[in-house]
């Protein structure tokens, strides 16, 4: 079965510094990944996904991540945090079937200190 | 273009009754998944309806349910409600609900169990 683990559920830094949230998955083949963002009381939105194309995958707001098969990894990196990136983070896996069936982690919920 | 709208976007019922929520997609998108939010179970998929028909469904009981419409409007329907059920609502639309198919999300309907 598909998984994804976020380790970490609170993680704080200061503005300016590196961001990194972690996230492991378990799958028996290749997986879609993806990386997910949500603000209070708000849906979620799309951040970046990996689809077998590159390794390293670019997405909106600064941020990336990169898959690595032999750690099983798709860790969340920017390289200065901002205020605004203060929300709570979701990596998840697609279903084996094709479908656009997400399992989700638990999440991360990212604090910056001014 | 117009988001997904999630309606109502808060709702309070009574132990026992039975609760509908709408989800209206983005125009011209086929698919719409639905998940549960908890704090105890973060984001569970709950079913995902293409062109008007069920395609996948996650490990929920039958009092949850769900349709969609020609126009591709889906409901969910939640019936003799306890209060596990409580939890954000949480409708994704995609345009054919494949594994790399960017899904968007509404903002949610939280429902309060009381």
């Known amino acids: 079965a598909q998984s994804v683990t976020q380790l970490g559920s609170h993680v704080s830094v200061s503005e300016g510094a590196l961001v990194l949230l972690r996230c492991n998955y378990s799958?028996?083949?290749?997986?879609?990944l993806f990386w997910y963002v949500q603000y209070p009381n708000q849906g979620l939105q799309l951040l970046l996904k990996y689809t077998s194309a590159a390794t390293l995958v670019k997405g909106i707001n600064g941020f990336e991540a990169e898959f690595k098969k032999s750690e099983t990894s798709f860790h969340l990196t920017k390289p200065s945090a901002h205020m605004s990136d203060a929300a709570e983070y979701f990596c998840?896996?697609?279903?084996?079937?094709?479908?656009?069936?997400?399992?989700f982690g638990t999440g991360t919920r990212l604090t910056v200190i001014p | 273009k117009a988001g997904v709208t999630q309606t109502p976007r808060y709702l309070i019922k009574t132990r026992g009754q039975q609760v509908t929520l709408s989800c209206s997609p983005i125009?011209?998108?086929?698919?719409v998944s639905w998940y549960q939010q908890t704090p105890g179970q973060g984001l569970q998929f709950l079913f995902e309806?293409?062109?008007?028909?069920?395609?996948n469904k996650g490990n929920f009981p039958g009092r949850f349910s769900g349709r969609q419409f020609s126009n591709s409007r889906s409901e969910m329907n939640v019936s003799t409600l306890e209060l596990g059920d409580s939890a954000l609502y949480l409708c994704?639309?995609?345009?054919?609900?494949?594994?790399?198919?960017?899904?968007?999300f509404g903002q949610g309907t939280r429902l309060t169990v009381v």
């Open positions: 998840a896996v697609s279903d084996l079937t094709g479908a656009n069936n997400l399992f």
């Open positions: 309806y293409f062109s008007e028909t069920q395609r």
């Open positions: 994704a639309s995609s345009s054919d609900g494949g594994a790399v198919t960017e899904a968007f």
């Open positions: 799958s028996s083949v290749p997986p879609y």
């Open positions: 125009s011209g998108h086929r698919s």
